[in-house]
Every structure is written in C-alpha cells, then in structure tokens.
C-alpha cells in the first residue's frame, strides 16, 4: 500500500520558517526522484523543488531559489522541504511526489495528500 504522509504546514508570519516532511512507505523509496509541487485555487500547480534518487542533485523553481532547500534521508524514506524567509506568495497546498527513475518502474509516479502552508502578511 503506498503511501506519502506529509507534515509540517501551518500558519507563519512573512519571514518566518517552516520545513514539511513527506514520509514514504509500500515501494522503494531509493529508486524514486523525489519533489515538491504547490498550488493556489485557480492556478496550476507548479513544480517547487525536485531532488534525484541520491540526493546529490537539486533543482528549484526560480522563486523560491537561495529561500527553499529539498533533502532526502533514504535511511528514513523521507523527503524535506526547509522553507526560509516566507513570503505570503508561497502560500498553497504543497504536495509531495515520488517518481521512479530506474528500470523495472519507469516514470511511476506517486502524490502524497497536500498539506497546506499559509504565509501571513
């Protein structure tokens, strides 16, 4: 049964800091690239931050670059998004993704539930 549990959203004030985790249970989380999407009544949603099957190679959306860092913990089955410096303009449902990268499960791909962060003015 797979699953993606995510935690960690709330309510911050502008400037404030928060770090979602999304843990990972029924495949193997190693073979996965993991990420991060959000999104806001009405609009798409859009890739955030996304981080390869080793960890050691990250990409972020222009803005949240130098604010956001994703991280993995295999040992855990778990991925991380640090949020800095908060904007109301990140405010969303953030969702967590897992997609296979390696043969056997090719461009599989999971979404954890969302779980929505709102950033105060």
């Known amino acids: 049964q797979v699953q993606l549990v995510e935690s960690g959203g709330g309510l911050v004030q502008t400037g404030g800091s928060l770090r979602l985790s999304c843990a990972a249970s029924?495949?193997?989380?190693?073979?996965?690239?993991m990420s991060w999407y959000r999104q806001t009544p009405g609009k798409e949603r859009e890739l955030v931050a996304a981080?390869?099957?080793?960890?050691?190679?990250?990409n972020y959306a222009d803005s949240v670059k130098g604010r956001f860092t994703i991280s993995r913990d295999n040992d855990k089955n778990t991925v991380y998004l640090q949020m800095n410096s908060l904007k109301p303009e990140d405010t969303a449902v953030y969702y967590c993704?897992?997609?296979?990268?390696?043969?056997?499960?090719?461009?599989?791909?999971?979404w954890g539930q969302g779980t929505q962060v709102t950033v105060s003015s």
């Open positions: 029924g495949f193997t989380f190693s073979n996965y690239a």
């Open positions: 981080i390869i099957r080793s960890g050691g190679s990250t």
């Open positions: 993704k897992a997609r296979c990268t390696v043969y056997g499960c090719y461009s599989r791909a999971y």
